[in-house]
């Protein structure tokens, strides 16, 4: 089936086009649009992001695979990325992750069999007077971070991110 | 409690919407601002000694007055809120909690310089903040600060957030351009300079948030009372972060001349109970580490360079007696290499043979010759590249080699770490591999 954006978000990328005077600097923006909507970065979302935007494909994959924001696989409905740079492996970053792992029964870079959490180490995301933290990007597009992580308190957050995202689509069956 | 400037709508609660940003003061610097001309206004922040807030420090006035007066077409004024020198996290206070006190700065400069189009580049990560932001244009373009005929003074300014899609190097300002205009964030070569050749190929001035939201407060009460704030060369009051195994990290805006020290006692509550200071670095990990006997140096630029290493962003990162010197090297190492964009050999592949180097080291598997041979890429990397990334990189390891040169003897010498590992299982990030 031919990919198209969702009534809301045409409306969207109609408003993200009109803020520059080109297209191509709407990429980075419609980029995430398509990400919200589509669940990854597929050869059929970039092919799609290029015939909205007027764009060679191959200029989409260039910048969809520099940037670190952009899945080009599936990822779980919700991405949890422990930051482990200095302050937070300071603070037990490290050791947030190994717990992670345990709990969710997954090694980084992998997704649970569910389909439900995806576990990643991920770089400085200027939370260092608040670490150890994580960042959970959900499959609707919303990005949350928790600070001041304890193991204790990520299976608080993990009880409740478990509830969040009982009703979210699956990255991978989005398109 | 001294009075504070930047950070004091912190603790008011709803300071993010314009009606309680009015309510204390909100937008009067904006309405004083164009009854002022441009060049007054350049004027009075060359007077302010306002630097850079994002860590190279370059005097904002001079920096505005390289960009034309004339041109033929739209001048833009660009935001760097990419946010991500590893210990930094100060202008996420400012966008999520005073939104407006930003755009006001944004307007102000515009006014001046004569700019038409502004982007709020903010790291994409950073949603809260760009919801704030958002949220905060939407209700500056409905009061008529921000459109057309601003003020009913046919001025025209248009003001959009951009989110980034996770590049450290889009912190840097040609790579922060090349981001916004929606290529890969990989530096330019300088010059020209973005006053001159900047974003769409136009005059744009890239400023950093803090040095921005510090506008207001200049157009308030004046440039040289902004200059009174500060210290000799370097006006104004700051937001200073402090971090690590220490009793209240946070962000904290201090008084001008305050030392490491004080600034780690007094508002980072000293050290954790039982945590020892074993180093420290003053702005961002890019700079080099310092040992317990500077503490008493002023946060400032000339003062910390005098110390051996620089002040940069102002965030302190501390670290105690438990710490092993060669993994913070091969960690942050790690992170450049990842962070790396590609573009230059020297960085590129230094700080892949740096990270692998130092693993090796802290694996227990280093020869002797391993440290001259660090010595030797940090000096092959270090200006031999277009942006300052690899520099970056070369600083800091040289500086942990050269200070704890003994931890990385030990550490050749005995085949092993002897400090605490950071996890049971893993050494260091895997992110880079």
């Known amino acids: 089936m031919a990919l198209a954006f969702s009534e809301k978000a045409e409306v969207h990328f109609k408003d993200l086009v009109s803020r520059y005077p080109n297209t191509l600097a709407a990429l980075l923006p419609a980029l995430h649009l398509a990400q919200s909507e589509f669940g990854w970065i597929s050869v059929e979302v970039m092919d799609y992001v290029a015939r909205r935007l007027e764009l060679h494909p191959t200029k989409v994959l260039t910048v969809a695979t520099f940037y670190s924001m952009y899945n080009m696989q599936p990822v779980g409905k919700c991405h949890v990325q422990v930051c482990t740079t200095l302050t937070c492996a300071l603070r037990g970053g490290y050791e947030i992750l190994e717990h992670l792992e345990e709990v969710l029964g997954v090694r980084v870079g992998e997704t649970s069999a569910d389909g439900n959490y995806t576990l990643s180490e991920v770089e400085c995301l200027a939370s260092c007077g608040t670490a150890p933290m994580f960042q959970a990007t959900f499959s609707d597009g919303e990005i949350e971070y928790f600070e001041n992580l304890s193991a204790e308190r990520v299976d608080t957050i993990l009880a409740d991110l478990n509830k969040r995202i009982a009703t979210l689509p699956n990255p991978a069956e989005m398109h | ?433």
């Open chain 2, 1 to 433: 409690m001294e009075e504070r400037f930047l950070s004091r709508n912190f603790d008011i609660p709803n300071a993010h919407t314009l009606a309680v940003f009015e309510k204390h003061g909100g937008y009067q610097a904006l309405k004083r601002a164009v009854t002022m001309d441009g060049d007054s206004i350049i004027n009075e922040v060359k007077k302010s000694n306002l630097r850079g807030r994002g860590g190279a420090g370059f005097p904002c006035g001079i920096k505005w007055s390289f960009l034309p007066k004339e041109s033929d077409v739209p001048k833009y004024l660009v935001i760097n809120a990419d946010e991500g020198e590893p210990g930094t996290f100060k202008d996420r206070y400012l966008m999520e909690l005073d939104p407006h006190r930003h755009i006001e700065g944004c307007i102000i400069a515009a006014w001046a310089l004569g700019i038409r189009y502004g982007y709020i580049f903010v790291r994409g990560e950073m949603q809260h903040a760009i919801r704030r932001l958002e949220a905060a244009v939407k209700e500056a373009y409905a009061k008529g600060y921000l459109g057309k005929n601003i003020l009913g003074k046919g001025f025209d300014f248009d003001l959009y957030v951009h989110p980034g899609g996770g590049a450290y190097i889009c912190g840097e300002e040609t790579g922060l351009i090349e981001g916004l205009e929606g290529k890969s964030g990989q530096p330019r070569m300088k010059p020209p300079f973005p006053a001159v050749v900047g974003l769409f190929q136009a005059p744009t001035i890239v400023n950093n948030v803090e040095t921005i939201s510090a506008i207001p407060f200049i157009i308030e009460h004046g440039g040289e009372w902004f200059a009174a704030m500060g210290v000799e060369k370097n006006g104004g009051p700051k937001l200073y972060g402090v971090s690590g195994p220490i009793k209240r990290p946070g962000v904290y805006e201090a008084r001008s001349g305050i030392t490491v020290r004080e600034l780690l006692e007094e508002y980072g509550g000293g050290m954790l109970d039982g945590h020892e200071l074993k180093a420290f670095i003053p702005g961002g990990s890019s700079c080099a580490v310092l040992t317990p006997d500077k503490l008493d140096a002023v946060m400032g630029f000339e003062t910390m360079r005098e110390a051996g290493s620089s002040l940069g962003t102002g965030c302190v990162t501390f670290m105690d007696t438990n710490t092993c010197m060669v993994r913070v090297a091969a960690r942050l190492a790690a992170f450049y290499h990842h962070e790396s964009c590609g573009q230059c050999t020297p960085c590129r592949e230094g700080t892949g043979w740096a990270t692998k180097v130092l693993d090796a080291i802290e694996a227990g598997r280093g020869r002797p010759e391993d440290l001259d041979l660090l010595l030797d890429m940090c000096s092959n990397i270090e200006g031999n590249t277009i942006c300052a990334l690899g520099d970056s990189i070369a600083i800091p390891v040289r500086s942990y080699i050269q200070v704890f040169r003994s931890e990385f003897d030990a550490h050749i010498k005995q085949g092993c770490c002897p400090y605490p590992a950071w996890t049971k299982k893993r050494l260091r990030s895997s992110v880079a591999a």
